[in-house]
């Protein structure tokens, strides 16, 4: 069984319509703050999914900046390009976090949300973003650590079956706990940890839990200790309690700014 979700054109448009939820529309919000971007600025997104933060990266720099990007996806390339094709300042390519197409010092920023949890070579991933970043450029990384996950349920022991087994579809479901001292190993300077929480008190198709809901559902199945069966009922719990009013999901990302001296 592959251990890891192919990123299709179906994956694609799910997460698409889960990137334009308000609770992730509002996170990527504060992301973009944190940035401080400025006109005529390079900056390159380390997998750039459907392209919504590139897009929003390339109207703030401006047709004097620059927005580069990668992906190991070709539908997610593909989305990006439709989305970003009005700013011809913006470039995307196929390529590995760990073998980035670039020449040094090439960016005065660069930023990555919910990828390198996927990458397992840390260590050569972010010694590549050092050596594109210019002196004085800044590294932001915003990622899960899964364990935050809190998610009403009358079965515990089902739901951490479930997620254990979700976890199986990345390399380290929890590298907000080790991810400060890395980037200081690669040379980074930290400035800045964050945490934003999503929290979902309803179930409703707008909320992130909604759509993350039925990734870990078809992930999970067949997976580990979890039959279909059980990932199914699991499903159905949480659809039962947002019925009755007692639903409620919240989770954690991590957001961790640091700068190249």
């Not at 994956?11 to 005529?40: F, N």
């Not at 499903?235 to 019925?243: H, I, K």
Request: aromatic content about 10%; glycine content about 8%.
């Amino acid at each position: 069984m592959n251990s890891t979700i192919d990123f299709n054109q179906d994956v694609a448009k799910g997460l698409e319509r889960i990137y334009q939820t308000p609770d992730v529309v509002g996170q990527r919000s504060q992301l973009i703050q944190a940035l401080e971007l400025r006109p005529g600025e390079c900056v390159l997104d380390v997998g750039v999914g459907p392209g919504l933060l590139a897009h929003d990266l390339a109207a703030i720099v401006g047709e004097k900046g620059r927005v580069a990007g990668i992906d190991l996806s070709e539908p997610m390339l593909a989305m990006t390009q439709a989305r970003c094709a009005d700013q011809p300042w913006t470039d995307f390519q196929l390529a590995d976090a760990t073998k980035l197409p670039f020449e040094d010092e090439s960016f005065n920023t660069v930023v990555s949300t919910q990828v390198y949890e996927y990458v397992a070579d840390m260590a050569t991933a972010l010694r590549e973003t050092f050596r594109v970043l210019r002196p004085g450029g800044r590294i932001f990384i915003l990622d899960t650590d899964w364990d935050s996950v809190v998610w009403n349920t009358s079965d515990r022991a089902r739901m951490r079956r479930v997620m254990d087994a979700w976890d199986e579809h990345l390399h380290d479901p929890h590298l907000p706990t080790t991810l400060g001292r890395k980037l200081e190993v690669a040379g980074f300077r930290m400035q800045r940890h964050d945490v934003i929480p999503i929290v979902n008190t309803s179930y409703n198709n707008h909320c992130y839990s909604f759509g993350i809901m039925f990734a870990i559902q078809a992930f999970a199945a067949g997976r580990g200790d979890v039959s279909k069966e059980e990932a199914d009922a699991w499903a159905t719990e949480l659809r039962t309690l947002g019925e009755t009013g007692e639903y409620f999901f919240s989770i954690n990302r991590y957001l961790f700014g640091a700068v190249k001296p």
